[in-house]
């Protein structure tokens, strides 16, 4: 039997010639020929060939969630109001103003020439004191969970060149907005026009994009997917916003309660609210949870603020003294949890530029569209880091065991390697998404991914040898990012929206021919509210200890979470990559709920060691640290989002009794003083499930928005008919 240990390709050569090297797993496997390879790779053929794929689910997601399921569902006219909703959702910030604009509301002020400049010059005063703040600004100890997080989240140099422009672009709106006595409440977006005040180049003279008229294959950035906006969609980009933003002072500051006050420390929700839970759901697996991570990273990359040349920010150190880092916004804990400290760190996400003036945005470092990014990457210099440049194929490390891993990453202050692992010559791993050895999984599953893209490579040189590298490469992530595409909408998708909404709106894949649902005129963006609050519903899904099998006999070998990450060096062992994926597929997923096991709420990025600096560790708490973000990106209040999506507005806590468990509303009621208070994410977990799925309504209503937008503002989704990018019927 072939096992890990097994070598998939001859042993003497890095990367098989063809797909033939690869050694046979069964019988079904030698038997499938290749006549339906034609001169390009069968895209559904290929499908078959992610054998692993099947992991993602435990069962068939059409299980019927109500039957012997304790959990209360929503009544079936709430899922209705979803059905017949205008989709996708009314964009309330958006006014007629085109994306490439960026700006989401002008609006005309008694502002003269001498204002604008006026603010401008004191936005480059304060970035130029906060600059000299940072060269003596306490950082943080490279061994600590801290360090481990905002590695995770972290900026290239491209986005901290953009994030210097946008704080200045935040605190020239805040000194225009007190110059002109304007309030919280109205709206200070201006679109300066042909009127330059920013200087810089990227508003003074930005580069012309010219997009081809016909190209097969996409962009690395996601530029020109959208002829017509050529910057619709692509990296380096602020969020989309579906409501305007709620800062406290109508500009950049973080959210606070509707009377001024502070909101309730995250941390005390996330410990009141989002209560221990070891609870699973046995319909599916950990890879749900982790599919959704990997898709996730393709789509969203939050940047966070950095200090003195790229350094990590530390918050909590100066906490209550009179100087302060301004991008800091710290956890404070409360009385019952100061055994770890008195504060979380929690640095704000980088503002994005929009070369005027208004509220802040942050910036997407990846493309919106499911592109394939993660394995290739959302720059054209991290792809040619990847490629191998023989036969179209991607780069790999060679085991002693003859295995291919992912090529290694040797830079010691990545946040993942340790000493002692790289003297044994072991390193964390390099791929198209930085987040790759966030969890043993994750980069499993970008493994898995890299050899599919090398066999299916392999296979492309022999049917066509006189294709060049560059043309089997590009063709090859043409049909890796189908198959990404079609996992996701086929899937992932179907257990999270139901069968019925998935079907209203379109996103099921063709059984037979074409898909012509593109629309230019649809944004496919990431919306803030997605990237920081709806799909990190997935955190719930998470199990306190995960399994490894060695073989389908063995006893299982049982792992806390918390030691899967950040810690791939099992990979490098005979059989590590098998016992990983036998694990997984034995592991059940968390159930989706308003609950979460301690180990993303009290250990995340816990190491076994202390630091120099702090000794014994404490770890973070993923869900106060979600709550604090959304509060950091000033996403309104929880009833807001329930209007959006067709709901009855919520002017009380008791609306909302039978859509929220009552003990859970009743922890809610008691922490916050409005209800107009509650944080978007908390709500959406509080909220009861839809029949046939396993969130609520308002969450699967944003859920459902951004991947509809996704798919039809995508000019280069794989079942277009549109040509050159079109595949034909046979592939």
């Known amino acids: 039997m072939a096992t ?18 690869y050694i046979s797993l069964s019988k079904h496997e030698t038997d499938h020929t290749p006549p339906c390879l034609k001169p390009r790779c069968c895209v559904y053929a290929a499908l078959l060939s992610l054998v692993l794929m099947a992991i993602i689910v435990g069962t068939s997601y059409y299980v019927d969630r109500s039957q012997g399921d304790s959990t209360v569902i929503q009544p079936a006219s709430v899922a209705d109001t979803l059905l017949q909703l205008r989709w996708p959702l ?38 130029k004191a906060k600059e000299d703040l940072e060269k003596n600004f306490p950082t943080i100890d490279g061994g600590t969970p801290s360090y481990r997080h905002q590695q995770v989240m972290k900026s290239g140099p491209e986005s901290i060149g953009i994030a210097r422009n946008g704080y200045v672009e935040n605190i020239a709106t805040e000194k225009l907005r007190l110059l002109l006595n304007i309030t919280k409440d109205q709206d200070v977006t201006i679109l300066v026009g042909n009127v330059t ?16 008229l016909q190209s097969r294959y996409r962009t690395v950035e996601g530029i020109c997917n959208n002829i017509l906006e050529p910057l619709k969609g692509a990296a380096l980009m602020p969020f989309h916003r579906v409501l305007p933003a709620d800062y406290s002072d109508g500009v950049w500051k973080p959210r606070k309660a509707t009377d001024g006050s502070e909101l309730p420390s995250a941390k005390q929700v996330s410990e009141e609210v989002h209560r221990p839970s070891y609870e699973e759901d046995h319909d599916f697996t950990v890879m749900l949870a982790v599919w959704g991570q990997f898709m996730d990273h393709d789509i969203t990359a939050t940047a966070l603020s950095r200090g003195h040349n790229g350094s990590a920010i530390s918050c909590c150190e100066s906490v209550g003294k009179n100087v302060t880092h301004p991008e800091c916004f710290p956890v404070i804990v409360h009385e019952v949890e100061k055994k770890c400290g008195k504060c979380m760190e929690f640095v704000r996400s980088s503002p994005a530029s929009t070369c005027g003036f208004g509220p802040r945005e942050q910036l997407n470092q990846a493309s919106s ?30 085991t002693e065991y003859g295995k291919q891993l992912l090529p290694p990453n040797k830079d010691p202050l990545d ?22 050895n966030e969890n043993m999984h994750l980069t499993t599953l970008h493994l898995i991914m890299v050899r599919q893209h090398n066999m299916i490579a392999g296979r492309l040189s022999s049917l066509n040898p006189h294709w060049d590298d560059e043309h089997i490469f590009q063709e090859t992530r043409h049909i890796v990012t189908a198959q990404i595409q079609h996992i996701t909408y086929n899937e992932f998708l179907p257990v999270l929206l139901g069968d019925s909404l998935m079907k209203r709106l379109d996103l099921y894949s063709r059984k037979t021919g074409h898909w012509n649902g593109y629309n230019s005129t649809v944004n496919p963006t990431i919306s803030n509210n997605f990237a920081t609050a709806a799909f990190r519903f997935a955190h719930t899904l998470i199990p306190s200890m995960m399994k490894f099998l060695r073989d389908n006999n063995s006893d299982p070998e049982f792992v806390e979470m918390r030691k899967m990450l950040f810690n791939p060096y099992r990979l490098y062992t005979c059989g590590g990559v098998d016992s990983v994926i036998r694990g997984a597929m034995n592991t059940s997923a968390g159930k989706s709920d308003a609950f979460f096991t301690p180990e993303v709420t009290r250990h995340l990025f816990e190491k076994n060691h202390g630091s120099k600096r ?23 209040a929880y009833p807001r989002w329930r209007e959006t999506c067709g709901f009855p507005r919520p002017r ?35 909220e009861k499930p839809l029949e046939g799925s396993i969130l609520g309504p308002t969450i699967t209503c944003l859920l459902a928005d951004q991947f509809l937008r996704v798919k039809k503002g995508d000019r280069y989704w794989y079942e277009t008919d549109e040509k050159p990018q079109a595949f034909n019927e046979g592939e």
Request: proline share 4%; aromatic share 6%.
């Open 4 to 21: 890990e240990c097994t070598p998939l390709t001859n042993t003497d050569d890095v990367t098989p010639v063809s797909g033939s090297g």
């Open 90 to 127: 009314q964009n309330e910030a958006d006014d007629g103003i085109t994306a490439t604009s960026i700006i989401q509301r002008t609006v005309v002020i008694n502002a003269t020439g001498d204002d604008l400049m006026s603010a401008v010059e004191g936005g480059y005063k304060s970035l």
């Open 197 to 212: 005040v920013f200087n810089n180049a990227e508003c003074t003279s930005p580069e012309p994009v010219i997009c081809p």
């Open 369 to 398: 569209y499911l592109d394939g990014s993660s394995v290739y990457g959302n720059t054209r210099k991290l792809q040619n880091d990847l490629r191998s440049w023989t036969g179209g194929r991607m780069k790999v490390f060679v």
């Open 415 to 436: 946040g993942c390697n340790e000493e002692s692992e790289m003297k044994k010559g072991r390193y964390c791993f390099l791929s198209g998404d930085a987040r790759s």
């Open 614 to 636: 702090t000794g014994e560790q404490c770890g973070l708490d993923l869900v106060a640290l979600n709550i604090q973000r959304g509060r950091d990106h000033g996403l309104p």
């Open 652 to 686: 009380s806590f008791s609306d909302l009794e039978g859509h929220v468990e009552p003990a859970t509303l009743q922890r809610i009621s008691k922490l916050y003083k409005s209800i107009d208070d509650l944080d978007l994410y908390t709500g959406l977990l509080s």
